[in-house]
């Protein structure tokens, strides 16, 4: 401290007597502006003015937040934002908007007074809220996206710029597509040179990348969708018997998780597992959590695929500590989670629906109802089968998950099927190759994912043939449904019990009714509504059928609201008790404390050695 903070401090009299932080203009954080070349051409207030200066001239600019660099453009200028979109290498998806102050928001979109609340609370997160007509921020910002997602300032830097510029601006992560986060100024200079025109930083060290959270209200109640910056590290579950459970998460939105006796513990938002900074910092958090709360590992839990690769790293760490692995089916980990966050004890009914999920008997998984009872788990029912041609690729390419439905119900006829628009937009020598393909069963996985359906209905829909990020098709297919002026027909989709498989919910019939409609000139926005009212009615059926009281809403088609609020009205009609996720991301964030959970209560039955 400076002679003048140092008196201050020692003064019992001065209301700065033991006050930890120090907010100095000589001591206390001291701002920089660089440039690309590493040079400062300017410091403290004249960095910050600098910087502002940039934003409004459309400069981008990489600022130094709280867990991580952030990268900053005029939310107005189109030009500006289209120029990020492709120094950063992301397509369509959406950029989240930090706004100057709550009056600010309300100009752009509608404020329910639970998402202030939201907005305006401790953790700060982005929220997402349904624009207004008012155009306020430029188009590209969220394309085709009914919502934003906004933000306030949360740290003294960003309401110190905010206020200097007073006007929304583009705050996204400080990393280039499907990378971590760069947390100081050197990494940021190497990392984002291509990206920003400056980098605004400070001498406050950041010792673990940390990215802003997601949330949403959704029935009256928040619900993360991302869970980082404000919520984590911090138990979402209840106290166990058994510490010591650490827990690698899945590939895409990697999270890992650790029990203690005071509560289960879930780890920042880590992202997708497929290059090597983000798998250093899947294992740097793993280290982080242990270390943090000086826990000794005492059994590793794991996702069943044997290619994710936070499969391979608890094996290789319980080989190399002589721990006991558990490896948990997918599905059942977003069950148990959905149990663990809610404290809910079985028999509960999981519905749980994502895009890809390795099952027991080495199809894709991805529709499944999975009872969970004292004794066991087993599948009740899925989502009937189909084949994906060229597997991965077709969550890359809806318009394969199309043409898979459309062969399981028509054959090599789709071959002829010009109209359609996911069979026109392939050549007509491409096609007949897929479909060899699926005739051979050659390269066409077979799936029951609930993702995949609803790619291939927004395929057939014209709303998305080539997917520029995760879930594209899936949003539009929502935002599309969610258009519709009021809840009108469903579609029908029959359940039936196919012996040992369960029941069966067919989308075969709705898929013809869906070719019917679009030949008749129906509109997209009454063809997505009647899909999404059909498969929450199904869900009541089917579990009507397995005829437990309490059932779970979990995995990533959970992300849809419109969805979820249609499955909960119809289960609770059906006299259902209905939970979805609120603290915990439905999506495969949440699979780490499903894999923990479900250790736990594996040791806690004796069906588990424990190191």
């Known amino acids: ?16 007597f033991h006050a930890e932080p120090n907010a100095c203009p000589d001591c206390g954080p001291q701002l920089a502006l660089w440039d690309t070349g590493g040079r400062r051409p300017a410091a403290r207030h004249e960095a910050l003015l600098a910087a502002a200066d940039r934003l409004r001239r459309g400069g981008i600019i990489a600022v130094k937040g709280l867990g991580g660099f952030q990268l900053l453009a005029d939310a107005r200028d189109s030009a500006a934002v289209a120029r990020l979109r492709v120094r950063k290498r992301r397509g369509e998806k959406p950029f989240a908007v930090m706004f100057p102050s709550l009056a600010a928001v309300r100009s752009a979109c509608d404020v329910s007074p639970e998402e ?3 907005l305006a609370g401790r953790e700060r997160p982005i929220v997402l809220l349904r624009r207004r007509g008012a155009d306020v921020v430029a188009a590209a910002v969220a394309p085709h996206n009914p919502c934003l997602g906004v933000m306030l300032p949360y740290t003294p830097l960003h309401h110190l710029l905010m206020a200097e510029l007073a006007f929304p601006v583009v705050a996204t992560s400080g990393n280039l597509s499907e990378e971590p986060i760069a947390v100081d100024e050197h990494e ?3 990392r984002l040179g291509g990206v920003a025109d400056c980098f605004l930083g400070h001498d406050r060290p950041i010792l673990r990348p940390v990215d802003d959270s997601v949330a949403r209200i959704l029935g009256g109640r928040p619900q993360v969708l991302r869970r980082a910056r404000g919520y984590a590290p911090a138990a979402v579950a209840c106290a166990t018997a058994h510490p010591g459970i650490l827990a690698a998460g899945g590939h895409l939105k990697a999270t890992l998780a650790l029990t203690r006796r005071e509560g289960t513990v879930l780890s920042q938002h880590i992202g997708d597992l497929d290059g090597p900074l983000a798998r250093d910092a899947h294992a740097g958090a793993g280290a982080d959590l242990l270390r943090l709360y000086g826990v000794r590992p005492r059994v590793l839990a794991c996702d069943l695929h044997p290619d994710y690769h936070s499969t391979r790293w608890a094996e290789e760490l319980a080989a190399d500590n002589h721990l006991t692995l558990v490896r948990v089916q997918h599905h059942l980990a ?3 989670a959905a149990m663990a966050e809610h404290g809910i004890s079985p028999p509960v009914l999981g519905i749980a629906w994502d895009g890809t999920g390795y099952g027991t008997d080495g199809t894709v998984w991805g ?7 004292d004794e066991k788990w087993r599948r009740v029912g899925h989502l009937r089968p189909f084949r994906l041609p ?4 077709a969550v890359r390419e809806p318009r394969r998950a199309a043409l898979g439905l459309l062969f399981e119900l028509c054959g090599e006829a789709v071959l002829d099927m010009e109209r359609l628009p996911p069979v026109a937009t392939f050549p007509r020598p491409e096609r007949r190759t897929l479909l060899k393909l699926l005739a051979q069963d050659m390269n066409t996985p077979i799936t029951s994912s609930a993702g995949r359906l609803f790619d291939g209905v927004s395929a057939l829909l014209g709303l998305c043939q080539v997917a520029g990020y995760e879930g594209q098709a899936a949003c539009r297919l929502e935002w599309c449904a969610d258009g519709a002026a009021a809840p009108g027909r469903g579609y029908v989709f029959p359940v039936t019990v196919n012996g040992e498989a369960g029941q069966v919910v067919d ?3 709705a898929l013809r009714r869906i070719l019917a409609d679009l030949a008749a000139g129906v509109t997209a926005t009454e063809i ?29 088609c959970f992300q849809n609201a419109l969805l979820t609020r249609m499955a909960a009205a119809a289960l609770e009609a059906a006299g259902h008790r209905v939970y979805w996720h609120e603290r915990v991301p439905p999506g495969d964030g949440g699979l780490a404390l499903g894999q923990a959970a479900w250790a736990d209560r594996l040791l806690a039955n004796g069906e588990l050695p424990c190191a």
């Open 507 to 509: 989308w075969g019939p």
């Open 390 to 393: 060229g597997g991965a690729a």
């Open 188 to 190: 940021a200079l190497a």
């Open 334 to 336: 977003h069950v148990a």
């Open 116 to 118: 202030e609340m939201l």
């Open 528 to 556: 997505a509504a009647a899909f999404h009212t059909g498969l929450a009615d199904a869900m009541a059926v089917a579990a009507a059928g397995v005829g437990v009281k309490t059932v779970v809403l979990t995995g990533g």
């Open 1 to 16: 401290m400076c002679p003048t903070c140092a008196a201050e401090y020692a003064d019992p009299a001065n209301r700065r």
């Open 367 to 373: 529709g499944e109802f999975l009872l969970v009872t």
